[in-house]
């Protein structure tokens, strides 16, 4: 409570209008911004948790997630020398969100590698989360990734990882204003943020959007335009996908191979039609398969594999429909027609060489 004695008032009447109106503005902003932030104290804390922690690894349940944080009901110490180890990394996808652990695409190509190739101890690690991105992948890799023993790293890319590798690493280093006063204020900076996206749509507003956060505004702005136009943002997500490479190869002792996955807006215009995120995307427009054409280009570049078929599998597959109706995430199908895919393209690179395929 402000408390203004008669002398303060009388202080404030001789103050001119222009300098009234601008304390007042100043005093509606402060307790805005008070407001704000007591409202996310009470009823968003579990939110800004998530928010403040870039990590945001899965918790231990003592079910389907081990202590590690990863979608496994495995500990790093099952995971021996003998077997062959492969880990999947990647976001929501990759962990298999609203399917089963045992539906999930690394769970499935356990279970197919078991039938084909019986006589070998395949044991695969699901690493993927929610809303992750490939510099939060690495930093997962660093932290536990020795312990699983991993002779493959299988990496699922996806069609956010663009963005989000962007926002991330500016959080990381907060080396703009916006990720500076997120930590301070972060109900006020995620309410600015709203306001000037949900404002956005033109050119100007969305380098507004650039300018002030550090990031694109559109979460698939690589699919809205050409290449040439997204190709300068495209430097975050490529210096972590090379780190990945260079940290499986140098310290892990694990091969690298990166799998490009496709969102149904890529592949069909009758997919996930009621899906909530259906203004951020454009089913089948112009732009939508550049992503592919840019990791097509640099398959000639990098001592890595990058494989991008698996946009001609779904475009091909006769399964309908492979994505929930409300969301755009795979459903059981979508996760087969992946998996049978990704495995295909472990045979390909000789993943299960040395053993005899059975019948």
């Given at each position: 409570?402000?408390?203004?004695?008669?002398?303060?008032?009388?202080?404030?009447?001789?103050?001119?209008?222009?300098?009234?109106?601008?304390?007042?503005?100043?005093?509606?902003?402060?307790?805005?911004?008070?407001?704000?932030?007591?409202?996310?104290?009470?009823?968003y804390?579990?939110?800004?948790?998530?928010?403040?922690?870039?990590?945001?690894?899965?918790?231990?349940?003592?079910?389907?997630?081990?202590?590690?944080?990863?979608?496994?009901?495995?500990?790093?110490?099952?995971?021996?020398?003998?077997?062959?180890?492969?880990v999947?990394?990647g976001?929501?996808?990759?962990?298999g969100?609203f399917?089963?652990?045992?539906?999930?695409?690394?769970?499935?190509?356990?279970?197919?590698?078991?039938v084909r190739?019986?006589?070998?101890?395949?044991?695969?690690?699901?690493?993927?989360?929610?809303?992750?991105?490939?510099?939060?992948?690495?930093?997962?890799?660093?932290?536990?990734?020795?312990?699983?023993?991993?002779?493959?790293?299988v990496?699922?890319?996806?069609?956010?990882?663009?963005?989000?590798?962007?926002?991330y690493?500016?959080?990381?280093?907060?080396?703009?204003?916006?990720?500076?006063?997120?930590?301070?204020?972060?109900m006020?900076c995620?309410?600015?943020?709203?306001?000037?996206?949900?404002?956005?749509?033109?050119?100007?507003?969305?380098?507004?959007?650039?300018?002030?956060?550090?990031?694109?505004?559109?979460?698939?702005?690589?699919?809205?335009?050409?290449?040439?136009?997204?190709?300068?943002?495209?430097?975050?997500?490529?210096?972590?996908?090379?780190?990945?490479?260079?940290?499986?190869?140098?310290?892990?002792?694990?091969?690298?191979?990166?799998?490009?996955l496709?969102?149904?807006?890529?592949?069909?215009?009758?997919?996930?039609?009621?899906s909530?995120?259906?203004?951020?995307?454009?089913?089948?427009?112009?732009?939508?398969?550049?992503?592919?054409?840019?990791?097509?280009?640099?398959?000639?570049?990098?001592?890595?594999?990058?494989?991008?078929?698996?946009?001609?599998?779904?475009?091909?597959?006769?399964?309908?429909?492979?994505?929930?109706?409300?969301?755009?995430?795979?459903?059981?199908?979508g996760?087969?027609?992946?998996?049978?895919?990704?495995?295909?393209?472990l045979?390909q690179?000789?993943?299960?060489?040395?053993?005899?395929?059975?019948?």
């Open positions: 409570m402000i408390n203004l004695d008669t002398g303060s008032i009388m202080k404030l009447r001789k103050l001119s209008k222009p300098a009234r109106l601008i304390l007042s503005i100043i005093s509606a902003i402060i307790v805005a911004v008070t407001g704000l932030e007591i409202t996310g104290i009470l009823y804390e579990d939110v800004l948790e998530v928010l403040r922690d870039v990590d945001h690894r899965l918790e231990y349940n003592g079910v389907d997630v081990n202590s590690d944080g990863i979608r496994s009901e495995r500990e790093a110490g099952d995971f021996t020398n003998d077997d062959l180890s492969i999947f990394i976001d929501s996808y990759t962990y969100v399917s089963p652990p045992e539906l999930a695409i690394p769970q499935r190509i356990e279970t197919m590698a078991m190739y019986p006589d070998l101890p395949v044991k695969t690690a699901n690493f993927g989360w929610t809303s992750s991105s490939p510099i939060l992948q690495l930093r997962q890799l660093r932290e536990i990734g020795e312990k699983y023993k991993p002779d493959v790293i990496h699922l890319f996806d069609m956010t990882d663009f963005r989000d590798d962007v926002a690493q500016r959080a990381l280093a907060r080396d703009n204003l916006y990720f500076k006063v997120f930590k301070v204020l972060p006020t995620l309410v600015v943020r709203w306001a000037v996206k949900k404002i956005g749509g033109t050119s100007f507003t969305d380098r507004l959007f650039e300018f002030l956060f550090g990031y694109p505004s559109r979460y698939y702005f690589a699919m809205h335009q050409p290449l040439e136009e997204s190709i300068g943002w495209f430097e975050y997500v490529q210096s972590s996908i090379d780190s990945i490479y260079a940290y499986s190869r140098d310290t892990l002792s694990a091969r690298y191979i990166l799998i490009i496709p969102r149904h807006f890529q592949y069909s215009r009758r997919e996930s039609l009621a909530w995120d259906w203004r951020e995307f454009q089913r089948m427009g112009p732009y939508v398969h550049e992503p592919f054409r840019y990791f097509d280009q640099l398959k000639e570049e990098r001592d890595y594999p990058i494989y991008t078929n698996l946009l001609q599998v779904f475009m091909e597959t006769d399964l309908y429909p492979t994505c929930f109706d409300d969301d755009s995430h795979w459903n059981a199908n996760n087969l027609v992946a998996a049978e895919a990704i495995f295909d393209i045979e690179e000789h993943v299960f060489s040395g053993t005899l395929i059975t019948p």
